[in-house]
C-alpha cells in the first residue's frame, strides 16, 4: 500500500521525498555526519526513513489525492488491488485525453480569434492606409477651408463695419417715409427726428471727408443734401398750409407748428416766407376782428359796435385805439407762440416784423375812419384832445411794434395831421381876430371876442391838464398852442387900443392883458408868458399912475408950478422972482390943493375906476398918490428954502409934507 | 400737443378797475409775479399780464388790462372794458372815498361790458387791519345787493388773491358750461380753441374782409 501510494502519488512525491531528503541530509549532516553516513549507506532503511519522515497529515495535496483515490473502489478486491496501478494510469490518461480534448477545441477558438485579429489587422492597415490616401487628398480642401473661414471671417467683420456705417450714414426706410410723409400731406412728429438725421449725417460727412472715403462723403453728403432740400420744401408745403387756416379768430397753435418753424430757421429763405404766410394769415383775422367790433359788437350788441359812437370823436377813436392795443397785446402772444421754439438770434425782430405786418391791414379802415373825425373839423378843443389821445396811443403800441411798422407810420400821421388841423384851427381863429378888430367897449373891459377866446384856450388848456401825455412833451404843446392863442390876440388889443388916448389905452390894456392873466395863471408851464404879461402890466401902470399924479396936480392947479419948481436951479436966482412963482399964486393954488386934501377920491382918473382888477387899481391910486406926495415935497422943500425968497413961507404951505403924507396915504 | 405754456384751451379777457392807488396794479402784480411790488409807480393808460391757470381740469390762458385810477385817464380805460369776461372792481378798506365811488365804477362796468361779464369785488389791503375804514360786512352786503363776488384781499401778503382770480375764472367757465356766455359771438372776452381739427371751423367762416375794405 504505501509503495502504491508512493507511486500512486506519481512524480510530485517522488521529487518530494528526494528534495525533502536531500534537504534533510544537508540539515542534519552538519550534526550527525557519521550516523548519516551510515543510513544512507543503506537504500532500504533511506527510503523507510523517508517514508517515515513524510508527514501525511501535513501534505493536504497527498490527502486530497487520497481521498480521491479512497473513492475508486467500492470494494476493496485483489482485483483491484492488483490493478490499482492501471487504473490509476487509465484515469491519468483519461483525464489527460479530456484536457488534450479540452485544450483542442482551446485551440480551435483561439485560432479563429487569431484569424480573427488577423483581417482585424489587415482591414486597419487597409483602412489606415485609405485614411492616409484620404488626408492626403483632403488636406488641399482642408486649407481652402480654412482660408475660406479667414475670409468669410473678414467678410463678416466688414459687413459689421457696413453695417455701422449704413447705420451711421444712412436714412432707414422708416425715416426715409417719415421724410416723405403720408399721401395727405400731413406732418407728423417723427418727420423732425428724421430731419435731424439727415442734418446729422450731412455734418458727419465732413468727418468722412477728412478721411480718404471722399467719394463716399460726397456722395452720401449730396443724398442727404437732396433729402434735406425735399423735406424742407414739404415742411414748408405743409406749414404753408397750415399757416393759411389760422385765420380763425382763435388760434390754435400746435407744438408741431412751433417744431416746423424752428426747423425752418435753418433755410432763411423759408423760415421769411413762413412768417409772411402767418402774418398775412393773422392780419386778415385782425382786419376782420377790427370790422366786426365796428359794425356788429359784442354778442347781442354788448358791447355795442364801435361805429354807434362816432358821433363822439373822442369815444369812438378811443374805442378804435383800445381794440387796436387788446388786439396788437393778443397777436403778439400768438406770434411769441408760434415762434416759441425759435432761437435765432433776431427772434424779438423778427416778432416785430410779423407784429408790423400783421397790424398792417387794419391801416386804411383806421385811416379812413380817424381822418373822418379829424376833417369834420369837430373844434379845437376836440381836436387837442383827439391830438392827446393819438399820441398816448402811438406811445402805447409803439411799445409793441418795431420802429418802421406801418401802423406806427399811420397813427404817427394821423397824430401829425390832428395836431396841423388843431394848429390850423387855433391859426384860423387867430387871424380872424386880427382881421376883424373891435372897438374897445366904454367900460374898457376886455372884449368879448377876447373873453371868447381865452374861454376856449382855457378849455383847451385844461384838457391839457388831464392830458394822458407825458409831461415833457405837453411842455413843448404848450408853448405852441399859448404862441398861437396868446400872440394874435396881443396883437388884436394892441390894434383896438391903437385909437383911444394914452390913458383909455393903458386901462383897457391893463384889463385886457389881466384878463390873459388871470386865466393862464391856473395851469402849468405858463411862467414866461405870466411873466411877459406881469411886465406888459406894469408897463401900463405906470403910464396910468403918471396920469393920476398930472390929473391931480393939474386939477389943483400946481402942475405948472410943480414943473417950473423941478426945473428951477439954484444959479439962476430966487425962485420967488420966476414968473407965476410968486407968494399970491402960490398961495391960492395951495389952497385948492387942501380942498384936494379933503377929499382925494373925486380926484381919480375915470380910466383908474374901469381897472377891473381891484388889486391893480388900488395899486395905481396909490402910487399917483404917492407921486402926489412926492411933488408937494419938493414945493415945500423950496418954498421953505430961504435962497428962493419967499416971504414968510409957512404962511404958503401950511402943512408939512408929513402931514400931507399922513392924509392921503 | 406738447405740453407747456402755450398749452391752454380758453383765453378770458380780465379788467381790473377802481380808485387810484388802491392797488391795482399790486394786485395784477402778485397774481403774475407772485411778488409784492412795494413801489408801484402809477399806471399810465393801461397795462396788461397774462397767466394760465386751471379751472375743472381745462388749462385757462387770462389776459388782465389794470387800468390806470387815475381821473385823466377815464375816457382812456373806459374803452377797455369792451369784451371783458371779467371785471376785478378794487377798492381800499381803509380809504373810504375809495369805497364810495364803486357805485360810479360799477355803472361803467355794466354800461360796458357784456352782461355775462362776472365782475368781481376785492377789498384790498385787508393786512392794514388797524386802519380799517370799511367793514367787512358792509362790503360784503353792497356786494350782494348788486350780485357781486366779494373778497377781501392783500396784494401784500398775497392772501386771496389768487382766490379773486380764479374765482373769477371759475364763474366765468360756469356760465360757458351752462351756455350763458355764447362762445361764438365776439368780444365775449372769451376764446376758446376747439381741440378738433380746425378744417371745419375755417369753412364755415367768412372770407377775409380785404385790408383795403373801409366800409
Redesign the interface.
Given at each position: 500500500m504505501s509503495a502504491g501510494t508512493a507511486t500512486g502519488t506519481g512524480y510530485g512525491l517522488h521529487a518530494d521525498v528526494s528534495s525533502a531528503s536531500e534537504h534533510e541530509s544537508a540539515a542534519v549532516g552538519q550534526h550527525e555526519t557519521a550516523q548519516e553516513n551510515v543510513q544512507s549507506a543503506n537504500p532500504l532503511s533511506r527510503k523507510l526513513n523517508k517514508i517515515l519522515d513524510i508527514r501525511l497529515e501535513n501534505d493536504k495535496d497527498i490527502l486530497e489525492a487520497l481521498k480521491v483515490l479512497s473513492a475508486f473502489f467500492s470494494q476493496n478486491t485483489l482485483r483491484s488491488r492488483r490493478n490499482l496501478r492501471g487504473d490509476i494510469e487509465r484515469r491519468s490518461l483519461a483525464i489527460s485525453e479530456d484536457f488534450a480534448e479540452a485544450f483542442e477545441k482551446v485551440k480551435g477558438g483561439l485560432d479563429s480569434i487569431h484569424s480573427d485579429v488577423e483581417s482585424m489587422r489587415s482591414s486597419c492597415q487597409e483602412m489606415t492606409g485609405r485614411l492616409k490616401a484620404a488626408r492626403e487628398q483632403t488636406s488641399d480642401l482642408i486649407s481652402k477651408t480654412t482660408d475660406l473661414h479667414k475670409e468669410s471671417q473678414q467678410l463678416d467683420m466688414r459687413a459689421n463695419v457696413t453695417d455701422a456705417f449704413l447705420e451711421k450714414f444712412q436714412l432707414t426706410t422708416n425715416e426715409v417715409m417719415a421724410l416723405r410723409g403720408p399721401r395727405n400731406g400731413q406732418l407728423l412728429q417723427e418727420f423732425f427726428a428724421a430731419l435731424e438725421r439727415v442734418k446729422q449725417i450731412h455734418n458727419d460727412c465732413k468727418i468722412l471727408l477728412r478721411t480718404n472715403q471722399q467719394t463716399a462723403g460726397l456722395e452720401i453728403m449730396e443724398s442727404m443734401a437732396l433729402h434735406e432740400e425735399t423735406a424742407y420744401e414739404r415742411l414748408y408745403r405743409w406749414i404753408q398750409g397750415e399757416c393759411r387756416?389760422l385765420?380763425?379768430?382763435?388760434?390754435?397753435?400746435?407744438?408741431l407748428h412751433?417744431e416746423a418753424v424752428a426747423a425752418l430757421q435753418d433755410r432763411t429763405v423759408l423760415f421769411r416766407y413762413t412768417l409772411d404766410e402767418f402774418g398775412t394769415a393773422r392780419?386778415?383775422?385782425m382786419?376782420?376782428?377790427f370790422?366786426?367790433?365796428?359794425?356788429?359788437?359784442?354778442?347781442?350788441g354788448?358791447?355795442r359796435p364801435?361805429e354807434l359812437h362816432c358821433h363822439e370823436p373822442?369815444?369812438y377813436v378811443?374805442?378804435m385805439?383800445?381794440?387796436l392795443?387788446?388786439t396788437t397785446?393778443?397777436e403778439k402772444?400768438h406770434i411769441q407762440?408760434f415762434l416759441?421754439l425759435a432761437t435765432s438770434q433776431s427772434r424779438n425782430s423778427d416778432i416785430e416784423d410779423v407784429l408790423g405786418h400783421i397790424t398792417?391791414?387794419?391801416?386804411?379802415?383806421l385811416k379812413?375812419r380817424v381822418e373822418q373825425v379829424i376833417v369834420a373839423d369837430p373844434g379845437p378843443v376836440l381836436l387837442y384832445r383827439l391830438t392827446n389821445?393819438l399820441k398816448?396811443y402811438t406811445h402805447?403800441i409803439s411799445q409793441f411794434l418795431g420802429k418802421e411798422a406801418m401802423l406806427l407810420s399811420c397813427l404817427e400821421e394821423q397824430q401829425e395831421l390832428c395836431q396841423k388841423v388843431f394848429f390850423n384851427a387855433l391859426t384860423v381863429l387867430a387871424s380872424k381876430l386880427v382881421d376883424k378888430v373891435e372897438l374897445p367897449p366904454a367900460d374898457l373891459g376886455p372884449t368879448p371876442t377876447l373873453t371868447q377866446n381865452l374861454a376856449l384856450l382855457r378849455e383847451i388848456l385844461m384838457s391839457h391838464?388831464?392830458?394822458?401825455v407825458?409831461l415833457d412833451a405837453r411842455h413843448s404843446d404848450f408853448v405852441k398852442i399859448l404862441g398861437c392863442v396868446l400872440d394874435p390876440l396881443l396883437q388884436m388889443c394892441s390894434l383896438s387900443a391903437s385909437r383911444l388916448n394914452p390913458c383909455d389905452m393903458a386901462a383897457y390894456m391893463i384889463n385886457c392883458l389881466y384878463a390873459m392873466q388871470s386865466c393862464l395863471a391856473l395851469y402849468e408851464f405858463t411862467d414866461q408868458r405870466l411873466e411877459m404879461i406881469a411886465a406888459q402890466i406894469s408897463a401900463h401902470q405906470d403910464t396910468l399912475v403918471n396920469e393920476q399924479a398930472s390929473y391931480v396936480l393939474s386939477t389943483v392947479s400946481l402942475i405948472q408950478v410943480y414943473s417950473i419948481a423941478q426945473q428951477h436951479k439954484p444959479s439962476e436966482g430966487p425962485l420967488s422972482l420966476v414968473h407965476g412963482m410968486d407968494t399970491t399964486a402960490l398961495r391960492s393954488a395951495m389952497v385948492r390943493f387942501d380942498t384936494y386934501l379933503s377929499s382925494p377920491d373925486s380926484s381919480i382918473l375915470s380910466q383908474c375906476h374901469l381897472i377891473n382888477s381891484p388889486v391893480l387899481r388900488e395899486e395905481i391910486t396909490k402910487r399917483g398918490t404917492e407921486l402926489v406926495c412926492g411933488a408937494y415935497q419938493l414945493l415945500f422943500d423950496s418954498i421953505t428954502n430961504p435962497a428962493n425968497g419967499y416971504q414968510e413961507p409957512k404962511s404958503i404951505v401950511i402943512r408939512t409934507p408929513d402931514q400931507v403924507r399922513a392924509l392921503l396915504l | 400737443?406738447?405740453s407747456?405754456?402755450?398749452n391752454y384751451s380758453y383765453?378770458f379777457?380780465y379788467i381790473i378797475i377802481g380808485d387810484m392807488g388802491v392797488g391795482k396794479s399790486c394786485l395784477l402784480h402778485q397774481f403774475t409775479e407772485k411778488k409784492f411790488m412795494a413801489d408801484c409807480p402809477h399806471t399810465?393808460?393801461?397795462e396788461?399780464g397774462?397767466r394760465i391757470i386751471e379751472v375743472s381740469g381745462q388749462k385757462i390762458k387770462l389776459?388782465i388790462?389794470d387800468t390806470a385810477g387815475q381821473?385823466?385817464?377815464r375816457?382812456?380805460t373806459?374803452?377797455?372794458?369792451?369784451?371783458a369776461a371779467g371785471a376785478l372792481m378794487v377798492y381800499d378798506i381803509t380809504r373810504r372815498s375809495t369805497y364810495n365811488h364803486l357805485s360810479s365804477w360799477l355803472t361803467d362796468a355794466r354800461n360796458?361790458?357784456?352782461?355775462?361779464t362776472v365782475i368781481f369785488l376785492i377789498g384790498n389791503k385787508c393786512d392794514l387791519e388797524a386802519q380799517r375804514d370799511v367793514t367787512y360786512e358792509e362790503a360784503k352786503q353792497f356786494a350782494e345787493e348788486n350780485g357781486l363776488l366779494f373778497l377781501e384781499a392783500s396784494a401784500k401778503t398775497g392772501e386771496h388773491v389768487e382766490e379773486a382770480f380764479l374765482d373769477t375764472a371759475k364763474k366765468i367757465y360756469q356760465n360757458i358750461q351752462d351756455g350763458s356766455l355764447?362762445l361764438n359771438?365776439?368780444?365775449?372776452g372769451v376764446?376758446?380753441?376747439?381741440a378738433a381739427p380746425?378744417?371745419n371751423?375755417?369753412n364755415t367762416?367768412?372770407p377775409?374782409?380785404?385790408?383795403?375794405?373801409?366800409?
Open positions: 387756416g385765420t380763425g379768430d382763435t388760434v390754435e397753435i400746435s407744438a412751433c392780419r386778415s383775422a382786419v376782420r376782428g370790422i366786426e367790433a365796428l359794425t356788429r359788437g359784442g354778442p347781442g354788448t358791447p364801435i373822442l369815444r378811443g374805442d385805439f383800445a381794440w392795443h387788446q397785446a393778443s402772444e407762440g416759441r398792417e391791414g387794419v391801416c386804411r379802415p379812413v389821445l398816448f402805447t391838464d388831464s392830458s394822458v407825458p | 400737443m406738447a407747456g405754456p402755450y383765453i379777457k399810465i393808460g393801461v396788461f397774462t389776459q388790462w381821473e385823466r385817464f375816457a382812456v373806459r374803452s377797455y372794458y369792451r369784451g360796458l361790458t357784456n352782461p355775462n355764447d359771438a365776439a368780444e365775449s376764446q376758446h380753441k376747439p380746425r378744417g371751423q375755417l367762416d367768412q377775409p374782409n380785404k385790408e383795403g375794405c373801409p366800409c
